[in-house]
């Protein structure tokens, strides 16, 4: 009759320990939060280097001769086309003899960053669960090891 009453007080208050031990907030829901963040980076090439060359046309300009200044001159020259290229970017540069004194290039980067909340797990060690094995039990006077079935609060060193 004790053994029954201990019992039952053992098992409500290992009942209300688990509930106080509980964290906060803890529903057991699964939810996620996503941030999206741009960043513009920029990269600046001061004096890049062409990578091709090639004639694109002849056009004719008007010189003017230093000395008599009714004096004009159209000459041919060749109109080029230059192309600049990196992994970032590609310019085209025409004209004559042209040339591309730099380039910025505004590189848009988009940063996503997902968080998974989860719900918190309580790992307790305390419970109380079917126990067998052996145990020490007194007959006639002396301790003696007898087997032992039952019911009982235990402390849990691993678990799964």
Do not use: C
């Amino acid at each position: 009759m004790i053994a029954g009453s201990v019992a039952v007080v053992l098992l409500v208050l290992a009942f209300f320990m688990g509930r106080w031990t509980a964290p906060e907030g803890s529903n057991g829901e699964v939810y996620r939060d996503t941030v999206v963040v741009y960043h513009t980076d920029t990269i600046v090439h001061e004096r890049p280097v062409y990578v091709t060359t090639k004639v694109v046309d002849t056009m004719l300009i008007q010189v003017r001769d230093t000395l008599m200044l009714s004096d004009t001159v159209y000459m041919a020259v060749e109109r080029e086309q230059r192309l600049y290229e990196d992994s970032l970017y590609r310019a085209w540069v025409s004209g004559y003899r042209p040339a591309l004194d730099s380039i910025a290039i505004y590189q848009k980067e988009r940063v996503v960053q997902v968080t998974v909340h989860e719900p918190y797990k309580v790992k307790t060690h305390w419970g109380i669960g079917v126990s067998a094995g052996y145990g020490v039990g007194l007959s006639s006077g002396k301790f003696v090891a007898v087997p032992y079935v039952g019911v009982g609060l235990q402390y849990n060193f691993i678990g799964w």
